[in-house]
Structures are given as C-alpha cells and as structure tokens.
C-alpha cells in the first residue's frame, strides 16, 4: 500500500477496494473518494482505493483542469493559480490509501480483495467524455469475492435512452446496487427489473472533519463556486450580495464577476471556505452538496452536463425552491441565500442517511 494513511485502521474486517474516478482533477472527486473511504474504514473495513492510472485519461484530465486559461483572457496570475490548484490536488489524493498502481485497461493486474465497493461518482456514465463505456467500472475483470456499488450513478446518460443488455449483464454480478440519483434509479431499476435504493453522497453520508476553528471570517463572503453562470444568475447573486455588504469569493475558477479569487485552493481550503461562507451560489453538483453539508443558503441553476445530478439532489432533499430558473422570481434568490435552510431538509438528508447506513449494514455483512 503506498499513500498516508489518514484514518489507521487496525480492524480484522474485509479488505475492501475503492473504485472510483479519484484522479479527476476537482474537488468532488477528492472529497467524495475520501469520505467513502473513511466511511468504510470507521465501519471497520480496511479500505483502499484501487489506483487504476491512464496516460490517455490523466491527458483528458490535465487539459480539462487547464481549458479555463485561455491566454489573454485572464491575468496571468491566475492562469498559474489552475495549475498550483491540480499541483495540489495530485498531492492529496497521493496522501489516500491506495493499491498498487495499474492500468485502468489492464484490471487483471490489480489485487484481490474480499470486497470491491464501484462509486461514487459518474462511475456508469457511459457518455463521460473519456471514461465513458469503460467495463472495469461495471465489474468487467474486478478480483473481488463480492461487488457492491455506492451511490453510483449514470451521469448525464439519461433514461430515456435505457441500457443495453450488455450493461445490464454486468450490473446483474453485484450482489447489492445502489445510486445517488432519480436519473440513475431509473435506469437500473428499468434493467433489472427490481427496485435499486437511493443513498447519499459520501460528502453527506460520511461528512469531513469540520476544518480547524478559525472563528468568523473577518469579513462576511459569499462563496461562489462553479463557472460559466447565466448571465441572470450572475445579476441576481451580485445584486443580493451587495445589498447586505457581502463580499464575492470565487474559489476553484476564475469568474471576473466575483471580488477575490481563491483558484489555487487545496481541497482542506476548499472544504474551509464554504464551511465559513455566509451563503452560496453555485452550479456543481459538489456546491450543493457542501451547501446541504454545512447547512448554509445557497441558489444553484442547471446546466445540460449536470441537469441530472443536481436536479435529482435538489429533489431528494426536497430543496428545489433553491434551483435558480431564467423566470424565477427576482425575489427567490434574495429569499435563497438570505433565509436559513429549511429544517425539513436537514430532517430529509437525516431520513436519507439512515437509509444508507441500512444498506450498507446489509451490503456489506
């Protein structure tokens, strides 16, 4: 095993292997890797990720991480706080307990475990624009005495366009399924015909550590975190911001709108700032995840990649009055991230998490 063991585990429990996209260059993946792997070792497992690695893919990655920086069109500055931001990335995810390395292509090369655990994450989304139809995800050469998925999920695949028998063949092989999604439940629900259960995300089923107490923020911000916001989206966050004095922080991608820009921040800074933001505005499925976290306002609006997550999240917890429409009252947002989370949502992600842990109580036995 290579990497720093964050959560020692010294248990006789299963030896479990983590599969999912921990090398994809944003903070979702970090956190939702890490906090399942935690999750899983606080269970008693001796959980690792399973390090599968592609020269293709790590290209894929890099070049999106870094298409953000267009020469002249932000300060140069900022277009070296993207690469300081995947520098630091790379580095913490290398600090997670991992397998030896292998080729994502060459599965049969990885180590056998009792338990192989597939998601989260877009893990069986087959039009991910370079993951997508990759079998190892669905199973396809896995050494593993029993295959389990968590809160997997289809991505922007939708169901409308069902699943091929050939997809469903391998789903089949997991002696227990469950997804993040309404999207998703659809989808294997349709090819299995049988009933697969929602569960939570692992930022929400398994929260971080809260981050070190730095007391109040010494000057109240709104967090923004996403890109390539609606021009009305941005009107109305920046509206709502100054009439209460707020300032914009933009962490993770330059938004010109936004007062300060914090693009080179670590996933423990990331986690920090919107733990300590006064309200959030977002367009990432993860935004909203740590929003519902830290039971902060927030507003999100939908765009064509991400529709499916976010709007099956918003829904589950029952939190749509927060998803922000082009004929939205101009009002809703000022109500959004002006007014404290609705106690009926935190009582439904509470629902929500009691549920998960029933399913892994029996997923995992």
């Given at each position: 095993?290579?990497?720093?063991?964050?959560?020692?585990?010294?248990?006789?429990?299963?030896?479990?292997?983590?599969?999912?996209?921990?090398?994809?260059?944003?903070?979702?993946?970090?956190?939702?890797?890490?906090?399942?792997?935690?999750?899983?070792?606080?269970?008693?497992?001796?959980?690792?990720?399973?390090?599968?690695?592609?020269?293709?893919?790590?290209?894929?990655?890099?070049?999106?991480?870094?298409?953000?920086?267009?020469?002249?069109?932000?300060?140069?500055?900022?277009?070296?706080?993207?690469?300081?931001?995947?520098?630091?990335?790379?580095?913490?995810?290398?600090?997670?307990?991992?397998?030896?390395?292998?080729?994502?292509?060459?599965?049969?090369?990885?180590?056998?475990?009792?338990?192989?655990?597939?998601?989260?994450?877009?893990?069986?989304?087959?039009?991910?624009?370079?993951?997508?139809?990759?079998?190892?995800?669905?199973?396809?050469?896995?050494?593993?005495?029993?295959?389990?998925?968590?809160?997997?999920?289809?991505?922007?695949?939708?169901?409308?366009?069902?699943?091929?028998?050939?997809?469903?063949?391998?789903?089949?092989?997991?002696?227990?399924?469950?997804?993040?999604?309404?999207?998703?439940?659809?989808?294997?629900?349709?090819?299995?015909?049988?009933?697969?259960?929602?569960?939570?995300?692992?930022?929400?089923?398994?929260?971080?550590?809260?981050?070190?107490?730095?007391?109040?923020?010494?000057?109240?911000?709104?967090?923004?975190?996403?890109?390539?916001?609606?021009?009305?989206?941005?009107?109305?966050?920046?509206?709502?911001?100054?009439?209460?004095?707020?300032?914009?922080?933009?962490?993770?991608?330059?938004?010109?709108?936004?007062?300060?820009?914090?693009?080179?921040?670590?996933?423990?800074?990331?986690?920090?700032?919107?733990?300590?933001?006064?309200?959030?505005?977002?367009?990432?499925?993860?935004?909203?995840?740590?929003?519902?976290?830290?039971?902060?306002?927030?507003?999100?609006?939908?765009?064509?990649?991400?529709?499916?997550?976010?709007?099956?999240?918003?829904?589950?917890?029952?939190?749509?009055?927060?998803?922000?429409a082009e004929d939205s009252p101009a009002r809703a947002c000022e109500r959004c991230l002006g007014e404290p989370l609705d106690p009926d949502v935190s009582t439904r992600i509470d629902a929500l998490r009691a549920r998960s842990?029933?399913?892994?109580?029996?997923?995992?036995?």
């Open positions: 095993m290579k990497g720093r063991d964050i959560h020692k585990s010294t248990s006789d429990g299963p030896m479990v292997g983590v599969l999912t996209f921990h090398r994809c260059v944003n903070y979702g993946s970090y956190w939702q890797a890490r906090c399942l792997l935690e999750g899983l070792r606080n269970r008693g497992a001796n959980a690792i990720i399973l390090d599968h690695d592609s020269s293709r893919i790590k290209a894929f990655e890099w070049r999106c991480a870094l298409h953000h920086v267009p020469v002249g069109s932000i300060p140069s500055r900022d277009r070296l706080c993207y690469v300081l931001k995947l520098l630091k990335l790379s580095s913490a995810r290398a600090k997670l307990p991992q397998s030896r390395r292998f080729p994502l292509e060459q599965a049969p090369r990885m180590e056998e475990f009792d338990i192989v655990v597939v998601g989260s994450d877009e893990v069986w989304n087959l039009t991910h624009p370079w993951y997508g139809g990759c079998r190892l995800f669905f199973g396809a050469g896995v050494s593993a005495q029993r295959l389990i998925s968590y809160a997997a999920s289809f991505g922007n695949y939708d169901a409308n366009g069902g699943l091929d028998k050939v997809w469903a063949d391998y789903l089949r092989r997991f002696s227990a399924v469950s997804v993040r999604d309404l999207n998703s439940q659809r989808i294997v629900t349709s090819a299995l015909e049988s009933s697969v259960p929602l569960v939570l995300d692992p930022c929400l089923q398994f929260p971080p550590r809260p981050p070190r107490e730095t007391g109040p923020p010494k000057i109240p911000f709104l967090a923004i975190y996403g890109d390539k916001f609606s021009k009305t989206f941005v009107q109305r966050v920046r509206r709502f911001a100054r009439s209460r004095n707020l300032r914009l922080l933009s962490v993770g991608y330059h938004n010109s709108w936004a007062d300060t820009q914090r693009i080179s921040a670590s996933p423990e800074e990331f986690a920090s700032i919107m733990a300590n933001a006064t309200c959030i505005a977002t367009n990432f499925f993860h935004g909203c995840i740590f929003a519902l976290k830290n039971r902060k306002p927030f507003v999100t609006e939908l765009s064509t990649y991400r529709r499916n997550k976010i709007l099956g999240l918003i829904e589950q917890v029952g939190a749509e009055k927060h998803l922000l842990n029933s399913y892994l109580d029996h997923a995992l036995q």
